[in-house]
């Protein structure tokens, strides 16, 4: 089972910003659809924002424009840029790495909450 080791979460007030980062082996993170999903309390795990190994990016329209994934393949991380943060955005953070060719793998991390105050 691959690790992947999240970091960054925290406390802040709305209107701030946290960056949120997962770091995997070098192979995992270029080989992977690597992802951002969050739960808030009581509802389901959403998408975030995800990037494919190509470079292709996807947000959830309630984080576009504020927030941004970005992969670095030298540090071997993927980091989630969160700007203009809002009460809403308040959930555990999952950091997800998925491969549909083989070997197919779906990997999660153990999440990070992200609180933000209103």
């Known amino acids: 089972q691959e690790q992947l080791r999240e970091s960054g979460g925290g406390f802040v007030q709305a209107g701030g910003s946290l960056r949120l980062s997962c770091a995997a082996s070098?192979?995992?993170?270029?080989?992977?659809?690597m992802a951002w999903y969050r739960q808030a309390p009581g509802k389901e795990r959403v998408l975030v924002a995800d990037?494919?190994?190509?470079?292709?990016?996807i947000y959830a329209d309630s984080v576009k424009g504020r927030f941004t994934i970005s992969r670095d393949n030298a540090k071997d991380t993927v980091d989630l840029q969160m700007n203009s943060l809002k009460s809403e955005d308040t959930a555990v953070y999952y950091c997800?790495?998925?491969?549909?060719?083989?070997?197919?793998?779906?990997?999660w991390g153990q999440g990070t909450q992200v609180t933000v105050s209103s």
């Open positions: 997800n790495a998925q491969r549909i060719m083989t070997p197919r793998y779906d990997y």
């Open positions: 070098h192979s995992i993170i270029v080989n992977s659809k």
């Open positions: 990037i494919t190994s190509g470079g292709r990016t």
